[in-house]
């Protein structure tokens, strides 16, 4: 039966790499390669239950439509959302489509289309909590959940003026799960989303009042300015002609905005990319620079986060690593194989995974704080690789001055703490310090936690501005600032150690 | 106290199929210099381990001063109480490589016997210049010679003064004018508290300095 579930697998996965090119020998029209976000879901881009293959959703309509004007045929591309900009900016596909907003910082780095539907930023809460929060300003000094890399995580960090916390998702559930269990009071988010999810979740309401007002737009690459003018035609053509009014209504998500907003572009205005912020607050500005220098303090306080989270983290491997490769070298039997399990379960399995599981699975049981989640999940983890080094170090101690100092009239727990632990530390010293490089450089893991660290706060500020080039420069040189003292001083300590005392 | 330190009785070990010891019986009286003679391979090292409480035994009995090992494994309690009155020098000197000369001696008399950190290095300086090591207290083993690590493994076991003293194989490291400086050294330390059971080939050493000598074959005392 096990069989036969993986052959099924494996022939829908070969016909779904072979779809494409079958579609090439019948079609000799050129493709209209496009990167949407998949885990963005339905009503955007959501793969097909029946063929994975396969996506539907309005985007996939939008993209269908320009294609089909542009005498292609289009091809989906699977892409993470925060990296669609950069997919599109290096080739790897001519269009991006997926819900992507129009912003100042994407219109100065990318091709961006005339807007194709307009939506509004709004506050969804519990519904216990309805009458009392009803602005981003009624939830000063609470915890608001969003997509990073947003209009509404920029929105939010502007609204850290009036106390409101940021916090920042990797997808668009988390943030509303997260809300029921009251890790976050409010969560921030497109109306789109918002209405999908408080129809899902019993619990959550959607506040009426708009927070800010954005638009969808699709982006082609910096020097594809003719693609997307002609993208921009076929769009205003079917503004005209009603065939966006119905792919809207189609998906359930046509109102008298869009009608609005066709109605503006159609006159020929421009529309400005985000309009009625609440209480005006002060949003992304467009010069990279001047980001540079507004993002340099979280910057350097996610720096922080990295490292006090990588200390503690470390500290609790290595205690729990002790404990554990004690219990390995000297335990009885069923606590040598209970350890050993431990050890097997750790290493064998990703951390991703663990963290997912100890954050958000264990949710129902015991609601960690992310930041709490985060350091028993890296300390777990590396508790189990720290304790493979120091038993590998306990059994590399000579037998024979174990054998000595019992001679000697020492307990076994005097040989451990007196001539063993201490060998063995001196022999861990090195393999232990790479272990802490890597644990400071795994710690990015934790951002799927909301925890904002050093790697997802640059992420953030790179999709911000539009470019990595900046943002990668500023974080390597953060990482290599912690992790070279590090490897000095481990460097040091190995040769006090091993040279003669005089 | 009168009577031999030491009584070891029909002493049996095999390990698999092969027998190391197959019926050991030997006594040592109280404060001589004993040599215990034989081939490799004759089960001299063996015993004195299992005198030490490193080596479990199939049957038989060792018994040092009021202290009673029989085959099976002794208690916690009796291993404590054997290690007051057996020290043992490893042919391969074994002293602890993370601390200097000087921790090496103390180290015993400070955590087991809870000597003051002071007065046992006072008595450790004692033990190394009676040796003629005293110069290499801050050294680290690895940076001593053979017969100097010897010697500090020696003033190691002397430090918690045990009224039997063991040595596996002292000479076979050493040259001949170093032979005989340890033979004169260990009848130096031999008295009347303290007895000196050396396994060894070396015939000169026991022809010139053993009080007693005790020759094994095929896992047997012969004489």
Request: hydrophobic share 50%.
């Amino acid at each position: 039966m096990r069989a036969f579930a993986l052959a099924a697998v494996v022939v829908v996965a070969s016909l779904g790499l072979l779809a494409p090119h079958a579609v090439r020998d019948r079609d000799v029209r050129p493709e209209l390669r496009w990167a949407g976000d998949p885990e963005g879901g339905a009503p955007y881009v959501e793969a097909d239950p029946n063929d994975p293959a396969k996506v539907v959703g309005f985007d996939v309509e939008v993209a269908d439509l320009i294609a089909r004007g542009l005498g292609r045929v289009p091809r989906f591309i699977s892409a993470p959302f925060a990296s669609i900009d950069q997919l599109v900016a290096r080739g790897d596909a001519e269009a991006g489509l997926s819900g992507i907003e129009d912003a100042p910082a994407r219109r100065a780095a990318m091709a961006v289309t005339i807007p194709y539907y307009e939506f509004r930023e709004v506050l969804a809460v519990r519904g216990a909590d309805a009458g009392r929060y009803r602005t981003l300003r009624d939830l000063a000094g609470h915890r608001v959940g969003t997509l990073g890399g947003t209009m509404a995580y920029e929105i939010l960090l502007g609204a850290g003026a009036y106390g409101v916390q940021a916090v920042s998702y990797d997808d668009d559930v988390h943030p509303y799960s997260d809300l029921l269990i009251g890790r976050v009071d409010g969560v921030l988010l497109d109306n789109v989303l918002a209405e999908r999810r408080a129809r899902g979740m019993a619990g959550i309401t959607v506040q009426p009042k708009t927070v800010a007002t954005g638009h969808y737009v699709a982006v082609f690459a910096p020097g594809n300015v003719a693609m997307r003018d002609s993208a921009n035609e076929m769009l205003r053509t079917a503004m005209r002609d009603g065939t966006l009014e119905r792919l809207f209504r189609k998906w359930n998500v046509w109102n008298g905005d869009q009608a609005a907003l066709y109605e503006r572009l159609l006159a020929g205005e421009s529309v400005a990319p985000i309009a009625d912020v609440e209480g005006g607050l002060a949003f992304a500005p467009t010069n990279r620079w001047e980001a540079t220098r507004r993002y340099m303090p979280s910057l350097l306080r996610a720096a922080g986060v990295t490292l006090v989270l990588s200390c503690l983290a470390m500290a609790g491997a290595i205690l729990l690593g002790v404990a554990i490769a004690s219990g390995r070298v000297y335990g009885i039997a069923p606590v040598r194989l209970a350890l050993t399990g431990y050890v097997e379960l750790m290493r064998g399995t990703p951390i991703l995974l663990q963290l997912f599981v100890i954050y958000f699975g264990l949710a129902a049981a015991i609601r960690l704080p992310a930041f709490v989640a985060a350091l028993v999940g890296l300390a777990l983890n590396y508790a189990a690789y720290e304790s493979e080094i120091y038993r590998g170090a306990l059994q590399a101690v000579p037998v024979g001055q174990l054998e000595a100092a019992r001679t000697l009239g020492f307990s076994e727990a005097q040989v451990l703490t007196l001539v063993r632990g201490p060998q063995a530390f001196r022999l861990a010293l090195a393999p232990m310090t790479n272990d802490f490089v890597a644990l400071l450089k795994d710690s990015s893991l934790v951002s799927v936690l909301t925890v904002i660290e050093l790697t997802r706060q640059t992420q953030i500020f790179a999709t911000n501005i539009g470019s990595w080039m900046v943002p990668g420069m500023l974080c390597a040189a953060l990482y290599l600032a912690m992790s070279l003292p590090l490897a000095a001083l481990a460097r040091n300590l190995e040769r006090r150690w091993s040279a003669p005392t005089r | 106290m009168s009577g031999p330190i030491l009584e070891v009785r029909d002493l049996h070990l095999a390990r698999g199929v092969r027998r190391i010891l197959a019926g050991a019986s030997f006594s040592v009286a109280r404060g001589g210099l004993v040599a215990l003679m034989g081939p490799s391979g004759s089960g001299k090292t063996t015993v004195l381990r299992a005198i030490a409480g490193l080596e479990r035994f199939d049957a038989g009995s060792v018994v040092v001063e009021n202290v009673t090992l029989t085959a099976g494994g002794p208690s916690a309690a009796t291993l404590r109480e054997l290690r007051r009155h057996v020290g043992l020098v490893f042919q391969f000197h074994h002293l602890f490589d993370h601390l200097p000369v000087i921790q090496n001696v103390t180290l015993a008399p400070v955590h087991v016997r809870n000597m003051a950190v002071a007065a046992a290095e006072e008595r450790g300086r004692q033990l190394l210049a009676q040796l003629g090591v005293e110069h290499r207290a801050r050294a680290l083993p690895r940076e001593l010679s053979g017969g100097e690590a010897q010697r500090v493994a020696i003033a190691r076991a002397l430090a918690v003064d045990p009224p039997l003293l063991m040595m596996d194989e002292p000479t076979a490291s050493l040259d001949a004018g170093r032979r005989a400086e340890l033979g004169e050294l260990l009848r130096r330390l031999t008295g009347e508290r303290r007895t000196i059971l050396v396994s060894t080939h070396d015939e000169v050493l026991a022809r010139d300095w053993a009080t007693a000598v005790l020759r094994m074959q095929d896992g047997r005392v012969t004489t």
